[in-house]
């Protein structure tokens, strides 16, 4: 007997109570992705029926999430910047929190100008996309060491038309000449070995080699960031996402590495989130 999609979202949200917190719309998700369907369909059809088939391959996907398993891996897919993205296993979910990023670049990129801009460890490319589609005349390079992320990244620049950006497989800003760049974002590992979140929720199906950076999460700073002042021009920017305990040792390190005018700014929860200098 075949179920109505008001009944199959109903037993998929009390299956799904138990390990999310927004089971209903991680239900609602799911069922869209299978239907091939805008979430406002359920909305018009509550009562239409769906197939035997259809729904087991609802009830697969539904035990995968019961089982932990990211709803971006499950669909492929994560929202950003209003920008849907591919995403992989191969790559981290790109988080809301790295709009903050995002919208601190643009803010210091004037729209009627041309900014050569890198955009280190870029994963799916979230960064550098939605930095390139906002300021069309800048160019924007997505680096990253993973083949199979810069496979996903160089896909999803291409979905979206982007002639501006550039998807490349590097070790950070080696490839990079003496002062080319006007700016450097990054989102790069932070997280220490030994952070007990590492065990909990999504992060237990991401990359580890884009989440883990020596024992203080400091790692990779302590190389992107002597190489920042090599590569940018004079006045350039940098921009780094950053742990909610490390902005003070980055602030530290970039004055050290002569860096001016370096500033904490905090998201939308209050944590410490990003920092801004400049050369």
């Known amino acids: 007997?075949?179920?109505?999609?008001?009944?199959?979202?109903?037993?998929?949200?009390?299956?799904?109570?138990?390990?999310?917190?927004?089971?209903?719309?991680?239900?609602?998700?799911?069922?869209?992705?299978?239907?091939?369907?805008?979430r406002v369909h359920f909305l018009t059809w509550p009562e239409k029926p769906i197939s035997e088939l259809t729904y087991k391959v609802f009830l697969d996907l539904v035990n995968r999430r019961v089982e932990g398993e990211p709803i971006a891996y499950i669909i492929d897919q994560q929202e950003f910047w209003s920008i849907k993205l591919r995403v992989t296993p191969d790559t981290l979910i790109p988080r809301p929190e790295t709009e903050l990023l995002v919208l601190e670049a643009l803010n210091l990129l004037k729209e009627d100008e041309r900014y050569k801009i890198a955009d280190l460890g870029t994963g799916s490319g979230a960064i550098a996309i939605a930095i390139a589609s906002e300021r069309p005349l800048c160019t924007v390079i997505g680096i990253d060491q993973s083949r199979m992320a810069v496979k996903v990244a160089d896909r999803n620049a291409a979905s979206l038309g982007l002639k501006n950006v550039t998807i490349r497989q590097g070790d950070w800003l080696t490839d990079f000449a003496d002062h080319s760049l006007d700016m450097i974002v990054t989102n790069p590992p932070y997280v220490a070995e030994n952070d007990p979140h590492l065990a909990e929720g999504d992060v237990r199906f991401e990359p580890s080699s884009a989440l883990l950076a020596g024992p203080e999460g400091m790692n990779e700073y302590r190389k992107i960031i002597p190489e920042a002042v090599r590569c940018l021009k004079k006045h350039g920017w940098i921009?780094?996402?950053?742990?909610?305990?490390?902005?003070?040792?980055?602030?530290?390190?970039?004055?050290?590495?002569?860096?001016?005018?370096?500033?904490g700014i905090k998201d939308y929860a209050g944590q410490p989130r990003v920092i801004i200098a400049h050369t």
Do not use: C, P
Not at 241 to 256: I, V, W
């Open 239 to 263: 921009l780094l996402e950053h742990g909610y305990d490390q902005q003070d040792k980055l602030l530290d390190l970039l004055t050290a590495e002569g860096f001016t005018e370096a500033r």
């Open 1 to 38: 007997m075949s179920l109505t999609i008001a009944e199959a979202l109903k037993q998929a949200t009390t299956q799904l109570q138990a390990v999310s917190d927004s089971a209903r719309l991680d239900a609602e998700v799911l069922l869209a992705h299978v239907l091939k369907k805008d």
